[in-house]
């Protein structure tokens, strides 16, 4: 910083000091607001789109593409899709204890996805799994499901 100090100007009083440190903690308190409000938007969007909207044929392409592109890595799983914990009707506590009833607790797009697995790829031979894959605060964050298609264990 080369702010220019006038030398013959008097101190500047301690009170100006500590008002000019608030400001500045105030415009950052402001700008980590607006940037949560955005954040707020962005989760509110997604949860409508989510619980009201049905799996489109772009989302289908992304997780083909998830799961061709794990395959050229010579994977045998991949994470085909996320979503906040707070979005299964237990707040993903069934799907964290690895209770076989995880997939009651599913809905909107999570459970759509669910049934397309049960109807079209389990008969292939794939398995799904979800699991929580964050703890933000301690507390269950995002659930992944998980693809796979590696040989049954001897």
Known sequence: MSEKVDPAAGPISAEALRMSIL??????MDVARKAREVEEKKLAAFTHDFL???V???EIAMVRRL????VKDGKMEA???SFPSDLCTDSGRAINNSAPNWPETLQGKAKELYDR???GLKPQ????KAMV???PGGVPGDIGFFVNWAPPAV
């Open 56 to 58: 489109g044929e772009d």
């Open 79 to 81: 994470m085909v899709y």
């Open 23 to 28: 400001q500045k903690e105030m415009e950052k």
């Open 133 to 135: 894959i964050n703890f």
């Open 117 to 119: 697995y049960e109807e």
């Open 52 to 54: 009201h909207k049905h």
């Open 125 to 128: 031979g794939f398995r799904l």
């Open 67 to 70: 799961v061709m592109n794990a």
